[in-house]
């Protein structure tokens, strides 16, 4: 059943990604009827939070800001990518205004759990790696990884472009165990998997979905689909947000 007035989508973005990554799904959405809101985390995008300093209750507090600021009863949280470890801590302290979490190909983990568990073993090792060997205790891909790993569908110009707008991820976020997991989710949710996704790669995805009981929603699309089709991803959003999830 769709309700006749949309909700509000709060768009929060993965690792080292910022508000920029939303614009164009913004754009559509407002098009489609749909009110949006992104921002950028703590550190990410042109926030100037120092890196070191930042850790997973920071990202939780940032989100639940965010969500405080937006001037609508019913609110549909998008947490793409790593985002997916703290949205249900945004809907466990807003259960009266959170209508829904959808996990846009993202890390969903039980109560305990840590981020950095949930990163396929062969990568887990670069991760420590790359975060020891930085000033700030972040980490960022070299640009040929980001670009197979992130936007493998763009060319090469736009994933440059992308690239360039990407921010050093501070790694605390990931070692820290999740307060509210899926386990303990206080509100309806959904699951988008991409089916082209490298990052997160479809039998890993059915993983996350399968872990908070969810069937995923399927479409084509890259890690980074809201950069590399962010019209499909609107339509698919927009969706969520005439969702009635009372019913």
């Known amino acids: 059943m769709e309700m006749t007035t949309p909700a509000h989508l709060l768009l929060v973005h993965g690792a080292s990604h910022g508000a920029w990554c939303w614009s164009s799904v913004i754009s559509e959405l407002d098009t489609l009827g ?21 850790t997973l209750d920071n990202y939780v507090e940032a989100t639940i800001r965010q ?12 947490g793409h990518s790593l985002a997916g470890i703290t949205i249900p801590a945004v809907a466990a302290a807003r259960p009266e205004k959170v209508a829904a979490v959808v996990f846009l190909a993202g890390v969903v983990l039980n109560t305990k759990e840590r981020g950095i568990d949930s990163i396929p073993e062969d990568r887990r090792s670069t991760y420590f790696a790359m975060a020891q ?6 980490i960022l891909p070299a640009f040929d990884n980001a670009h197979r790993r992130f ?3 763009l060319e090469s110009a736009q994933a440059q472009s992308a690239y360039s707008q990407l921010t050093p991820q501070p790694f605390e976020p990931y070692l820290s165990e999740v307060v509210h997991g899926v386990d303990s989710l206080v509100a309806p ?12 790669k479809p039998t890993l995805a ?26 499909a991803l609107a339509e698919k959003l927009s969706h969520y947000a005439y969702t009635d999830w009372d019913a």
Do not use: W
């Open 151 to 153: 936007f493998s569908h």
């Open 189 to 200: 949710a959904a699951y988008v998997l991409l089916e082209q996704d490298v990052t997160f």
């Open 133 to 138: 060997a930085s000033e700030d205790y972040t």
């Open 34 to 54: 749909v009110a949006s809101t992104a921002f950028d985390l703590p550190g990410s995008g042109l926030d100037q939070t120092p890196r070191q300093s930042i």
């Open 206 to 231: 059915s993983s996350f979905a399968q872990k908070g009981g969810l069937i995923p929603d399927r479409m084509q699309g890259d890690h980074c689909v809201m950069l590399s089709n962010p019209f």
């Open 67 to 78: 969500l405080d600021s937006i001037d609508a009863e019913n609110v549909v949280v998008v």
